[in-house]
């Protein structure tokens, strides 16, 4: 019996135990995380800032020299007082095909695109 024990007590415990070591719920980055994620807040809203007044400036520079701007593009959805007297809007009756609307969901055989008719 005493070659039991010998062996169980040579026997490697499994480590780290079970019991040691942190919490996963307590592990957070700290201090130093909150500091260089607000840093990196910081330095992004002063670069936008930045890009903005250089822009501003640039366009400025450009109507004082006479060099004529291109208007801005707009993509997404239309705002308010973009309707379809908006300049760039589809004329009446053209699809976004261009094939007099067939690409509205109708049935395209150059009728009203009801259903049933």
């Known amino acids: 019996m005493s070659a039991v024990w010998t062996l169980l007590a040579a026997a490697p415990s499994p480590s780290p135990s079970p019991?040691?070591?942190?919490d996963e719920l307590q592990v957070t980055p700290?201090?130093?995380?909150f500091v260089a994620t607000f840093a990196v807040a910081v330095a992004?809203?002063?670069?936008?800032l930045s890009l903005t007044r250089h822009l501003r400036r640039a366009q400025r520079n450009a109507e004082?020299?006479?060099i004529p701007l291109e208007e801005p593009k707009h993509f997404?959805?239309?705002g308010p007082g973009r309707g379809s007297g908006a300049p760039g809007a589809?004329?009446?009756?053209?699809?976004?095909?261009?094939d007099g609307g067939a690409g509205d969901g109708g049935t395209?055989?150059?009728?009203?695109?009801?259903?049933?008719?």
């Open 19 to 22: 019991s040691q070591g942190p």
């Open 30 to 33: 700290g201090l130093a995380g």
């Open 44 to 48: 992004c809203v002063l670069l936008f």
């Open 64 to 66: 004082d020299q006479g």
């Open 76 to 78: 997404g959805l239309q």
């Open 90 to 98: 589809a004329p009446d009756g053209a699809g976004p095909r261009g």
């Open 108 to 117: 395209g055989d150059g009728t009203d695109g009801e259903p049933g008719r």
